[in-house]
């Protein structure tokens, strides 16, 4: 148990479909982060969240939308999304977000899209 | 732009076998350098971490890394390896005290029983 709750941790959906990805943290953060995990590449920055505004988009297409309503819960809404998109999203979070802190990770969603 | 190069990516070794894991990095400026594992099945957890001060640091279960800033190198080292150890490793970079975390590709270990 990490204290960063992802769920679904599987998820399959047709390209048409519209579905959301759910992170929570109970470690009392500031700052909470989307990546994506996928094979053979490095981990790539999403997102980044710090007091529930968004500090970073890593050039991210528009068919992922995150939310933030508060510094608990991130959300990465998806839709319309392509084949290329299939990956492992992993939420993590940080007591801010400046760089001499550690990054807690959820186990992720292995997202399949078909 | 800044990058994170881990130069095994698949390292089989035997129980008490010696470790040396390489990472480079390319960023001029002040950074923080992450290990991080990941067993099979499980999350990504910190493995250690050096932000300041003496460039040797001590993690976990053993392990421990030395950051050398002249090779731009945070090599990740374990005298003795035991089969446990048997997982994915990555090395990560935060550069300019942002909460941004480059990561490398990460080097996948097997331990042989």
Redesign the interface.
């Known amino acids: 148990e990490?204290g960063?709750t992802q769920t679904p941790r599987h998820l399959v959906m047709g390209m048409t479909n519209k579905k959301s990805l759910k992170c929570e943290q109970h470690l009392g953060h500031n700052?909470m982060?989307w990546y994506k995990q996928s094979a053979?590449?490095?981990?790539e920055?999403m997102f980044?969240y710090?007091f529930k505004e968004q500090?970073?988009n890593?050039s991210v297409p528009s068919r992922f939308s995150p939310e933030c309503p508060n510094s608990s819960h991130l959300f990465l809404h998806l839709h319309t999304l392509q084949p290329e998109d299939s990956a492992l999203y992993?939420c993590?979070s940080?007591q801010?977000?400046?760089?001499?802190?550690?990054?807690?990770?959820?186990?992720?969603t292995r997202l399949t899209v078909v | 732009a800044q990058s994170?190069s881990q130069h095994n990516h698949h390292v089989i070794l035997s129980e008490a076998a010696s470790l040396e894991l390489g990472c480079n990095y390319s960023y001029g400026g002040?950074?923080?350098l992450?290990w991080?594992v990941q067993y099979p099945g499980?999350?990504?957890?910190?493995l250690l971490?050096y932000?300041s001060g003496d460039p040797l640091v001590k993690g976990i279960k053993g392990f421990e890394a030395e950051f050398i800033k002249s090779k731009f190198s945070f090599n990740l080292r374990k005298p003795s390896v035991q089969w446990s150890d048997t997982a994915e490793y990555?090395c990560?970079v935060?550069?300019?005290?942002?909460?941004?975390?480059?990561?490398?590709?990460?080097t996948t270990l097997q331990v042989k029983p």
Do not use: C
């Open positions: 990490t960063v700052a982060y053979k590449k490095p981990l920055l980044v710090n500090t970073e890593n992993l993590a940080s801010d977000n400046q760089g001499d802190t550690e990054a807690f990770f959820g186990q992720g | 994170v002040t950074v923080n992450f991080y499980q999350h990504l957890q910190l971490k932000f990555f990560a935060n550069a300019g005290n942002t909460g941004k975390l480059i990561f490398g590709q990460g």
